[in-house]
């Protein structure tokens, strides 16, 4: 009968990993040069390097003992708090790294419970002093129009980008202005919107992917409080977008070239007052919206019903700006799913279709028989796509697509507000809380 070992503790595990680092450093610095080629070719250990502690070039380390810093990383960013979630983890990896071989292989000290700890605070310092607050600049592409000349949805600020340009010009151009004047400038200038962010204490990448998704999701607040016919090209600058200048070449039977050219713009002109409008037609809906987005700046400001709005609004935007139908409605359904199901069950046709009716209806019971109906056959067309039974370039799915976009946006709308009156009474409510109160929403219909 196998006896258990206890289990090691983290300090433990640490010390035993970092010791493997340590001997097998020194095993491959001994090898021949024809044995070391042997080693880096089994296993899949060629390319895992670790730099020199002298700073001359990288050290041989091989797979396991690479993946063991990591390891020994990730390990103790759990004990830190948030941090895991404001810092690049390939950053904090690179610092435990430089510390490991300065403190093991450079000095040679021994290694111990202290000695790990040290490190391990020398690599957390290291990499909280580039935690800051970052303000971001995205240029975007929102309408034509320059009325308003700047707004806000949430967290972040929209401002024309001419005026941006002009007002900030000194600022911009403080650093390197020739190269700025040169590329900087001239890209901006290509969009006609430029969106303001500020995220708090991250380091730079992780701050830059928070700027983007908050951005994102500012442009999807957009898609779903003015709806898709306005805001498919809405984007930012690095996402890509369909061609709105093309050209094309054909031969008839007479052996004569025909051509065709074919020009649009990438943004339309806005609705007359779309803005005041939304707010006097929308200002509750905007204000939810809104304040779900600051969950994308700072996740801990998040809860589990916003970040379940947020997964959902960032499913119907891809759907909006998704040029392919069969691949719009599969992300319809997927933001509907996510706003709907809360745990696994074998009827989850059911249950999606009838809580989407009933967002959408919100109580009306002629409507809700309608979104009912429509949302059986939206699921049915969304489950035969997925299981092959109807091609994805069927004539009948651009029909189909228009009308789950109708019902996902009336789901989402209606749904932001259930989360809402959910959470005035359960602040920090659970799948289980959003389950019971479906339940009870179900047996008042």
């Known amino acids: ?37 042997t080693f880096m ?25 690479y993946f063991k810093i990591g390891e020994i990383s990730k390990r103790y960013l759990v004990t830190q708090g948030d941090l895991d979630q404001r810092i690049d983890q390939d950053r904090f990896r690179k610092a435990v790294t430089k510390e490991l071989l300065s403190r093991f292989l ?35 592409v929102v309408f034509l129009d320059k009325i308003p000349d700047q707004f806000e949805i949430g967290p972040v600020r929209f401002i024309w980008m001419k005026d941006f340009l002009k007002d900030n010009s000194e600022m911009i151009t403080s650093r390197d202005p020739e190269l700025v004047r040169r590329d900087v400038i001239p890209y901006y200038s290509r969009f006609p919107w430029v969106a303001q962010t500020t995220v708090p204490q991250c380091d730079e990448p992780t701050s830059a992917l928070r700027a983007s998704a908050t951005v994102e999701g500012a442009l999807d607040a957009l898609r779903l409080l003015i709806g898709n016919s306005y805001t498919a090209r809405f984007r930012q600058a690095h996402t890509p977008v369909a061609l709105s200048e093309s050209a094309s070449l054909r031969q008839d039977n007479s ?29 509750w809906y905007l204000a939810l919206v809104g304040n779900a987005l600051t969950g994308l700046q700072d996740p801990q400001k998040t809860s589990h019903l916003t970040q379940r709005f947020l997964d959902s609004l960032n499913w119907y935007g891809q759907g909006v700006r998704e040029l392919n139908s069969a691949s719009a409605i599969v992300k319809y359904v997927a933001a509907l799913e996510r706003m709907t199901i809360t745990k696994k069950s074998s009827t989850i046709t059911n249950i999606l279709t009838r809580r989407a009716a009933l967002l959408s209806s919100v109580g009306n ?80 219909h």
């Not at 310092?125 to 600049?137: A, E, M, P, Q, S």
């Not at 259930?418 to 959470?423: G, K, R, V």
């Open 1 to 37: 009968m196998a006896i258990n070992e206890p289990q090691m503790t983290i300090a433990q595990q640490n010390i035993r990993d970092i010791t493997f680092v340590v001997s097998e450093v020194h095993r491959l610095s001994a090898m021949s040069a024809h044995d070391l080629r």
């Open 41 to 65: 070719r089994r296993d899949q250990n060629w390319g895992y390097h670790i730099p020199h502690p002298e700073e001359s070039g990288l050290l041989p380390c091989g797979k396991e003992a």
């Open 106 to 140: 450079k000095e040679e000290r021994q290694v111990n419970e202290r000695q790990v700890a040290r490190m391990l605070a020398a690599a957390i310092k290291t990499v909280k002093k580039r935690i800051y607050d970052l303000t971001h600049f995205v240029p975007c």
């Open 255 to 283: 052996g004569r070239i025909g051509f065709s050219i074919n020009r649009e713009w990438q943004d339309r002109h806005a609705p007359d007052g779309w803005f005041e409008r939304l707010n006097q037609q929308g200002g």
């Open 365 to 444: 019971q002629d409507q809700y028989s309608e979104s009912h109906i429509l949302a059986k056959k939206i699921y049915d067309y969304r489950s035969k796509l997925m299981h092959g039974s109807i091609s994805p370039s069927s004539k009948e799915l651009s029909a189909i697509r228009l009308k789950v976009c109708t019902l996902t946006r009336l789901a989402l709308l209606a749904g932001i507000d259930f989360f809402s009156a959910i959470e005035t009474t359960i602040p920090r409510a659970t799948s289980a809380d959003l389950e019971k109160a479906y339940t009870q929403l179900e047996m008042s």
